[in-house]
């Protein structure tokens, strides 16, 4: 991970604002309940924002309570990738994008049935598609 060349990854760097630039490529994270997409309820698709790969499904999100975008499942677990994180006390599981590596968030094994994860996102490195533009 990343899956983009060091040239790709600066390419973007002069496409993508500087917070998702941080987010996606230097595994940041934006604050809690502060993104619009973690009040969004409309159908569609979540897709990431730096390769545009169909990450999740809206009927995939519920609320969380978390302060992030929630997804009990991926749209296709191939499209999510998984590393261990120590950046805190106890280890977690980071997600990132599979086509370009992207990082997203973090993964726990709190969610509701039929998974029981939650696939816990940055909002920032989401493009969301409503059903109806995607026809």
């Known amino acids: 991970m990343p899956k983009l060349t060091d040239a790709e990854i600066e390419a973007l760097k002069a496409k993508l604002d500087p917070t998702t630039y941080a987010i996606a490529f230097e595994e940041g994270t934006e604050r809690a309940f502060t993104h619009p997409l973690n009040d969004e309820k409309r159908p569609g698709h979540y897709h990431c924002k730096t390769c545009g790969e ?3 499904e809206a009927g995939h999100k ?3 309570g978390s302060g992030w975008p929630s ?3 991926a749209a296709d677990r191939e ?3 998984t590393k261990t994180d ?3 006390i106890m280890p977690r599981t980071e997600i990132h994008c599979a086509n ?3 990082h997203l968030g973090h993964v726990f094994p709190d969610g509701p049935q039929p998974t029981g994860l939650r696939y816990c996102t940055n909002g920032t490195v989401l493009d969301f598609r409503p059903e109806q533009d995607e026809r």
Do not use: M, Q, R, T
């Open 62 to 64: 519920y609320e969380s």
């Open 86 to 88: 120590h950046k805190l």
């Open 54 to 56: 169909k990450l999740f």
């Open 100 to 102: 370009c590596g992207a």
């Open 79 to 81: 499209v999510i990738d």
């Open 71 to 73: 997804f009990y499942d």
